[in-house]
């Protein structure tokens, strides 16, 4: 499976941004539980959002949760994060990751689970 993540680009603090992550070379995407994750330069990578296969199940870091939603549509093969009440510490390059998994259920928050990577978009937020 390949990831093309977009809509990253700069917004003013409070604002919203949704990035977006599309598979293919793939005709299986809900076999995957997928993720969001973000890195500042000199950082490693800080899981941000997880979402299981059917989309049943969602999970959030501390510092997003109440902010940010994610969501899948795996008839379009695509993945997205809604980012509301953007704050400059969210100013990172947001990955998103597949998990191909045999389970439904689980939810996955470390980025060694993850096999396959989108190339990263930029996200800004202005203070």
């Known amino acids: 499976v390949q990831l093309q993540a977009s809509g990253g680009g700069l917004v003013q603090a409070g604002g919203s941004l949704r990035v977006t992550c599309t598979a293919s070379?793939?005709?299986?995407?809900?076999?995957?539980?997928l993720g969001w994750f973000r890195q500042v330069p000199g950082k490693g990578r800080e899981f941000v959002a997880t979402?299981?296969?059917?989309?049943?199940?969602?999970n959030y870091a501390d510092s997003v949760k109440g902010r940010f939603h994610i969501s899948r549509d795996n008839a379009k093969k695509t993945v997205y994060l809604q980012m509301n009440s953007l704050k400059p510490e969210d100013t990172a390059v947001h990955y998103c990751?597949?998990?191909?998994?045999?389970?439904?259920?689980?939810?996955?928050?470390?980025?060694?689970?993850?096999?396959?990577w989108g190339q990263g978009t930029q996200v800004t937020v202005s203070s």
């Open positions: 990751a597949a998990k191909d998994t045999i389970l439904t259920a689980p939810l996955y928050y470390d980025e060694t689970d993850y096999s396959y």
């Open positions: 979402i299981s296969r059917p989309g049943s199940s969602t």
């Open positions: 070379r793939t005709p299986y995407f809900s076999r995957y539980a």
